[in-house]
């Protein structure tokens, strides 16, 4: 009996405990890679929604003579293009 108890202490040791930390590290590898990709899904979200609104704001100003948002939108373009682009996105 000894000796089956040594064998499974062994198993954990050798086999067990190994195989837990590495799907632990993997597990969180992916858990990072998702939440970046997330992240960057929405930027590029966020992107396309200020470039819609920019063009709503330019149409205003065309046809009233006044965009009072228009400024906002284009440092928030601008803001949002120099974020993607630090994250290696060209848009």
């Known amino acids: 009996m000894a000796d089956f108890d040594a064998s ?21 590898y992916l858990a990072l890679l998702a939440r970046a990709q997330v992240r960057l899904r929405v930027l590029v979200a966020l992107l396309g929604e200020c470039r819609r609104r920019i063009v709503r704001q330019e149409e205003r100003r065309a046809s009233l003579g006044h965009a009072p948002r228009l400024e906002y939108y284009q440092r928030l373009e601008r803001e949002l293009v120099r974020r993607l682009s630090k994250e290696g996105i060209r848009v």
Not at 8 to 25: C, H, N, T, V
């Open 8 to 28: 499974i202490d062994q198993w954990i040791r050798d086999f067990f405990w190994p195989a837990l930390i590495g799907s632990l590290a993997a597990f969180a």
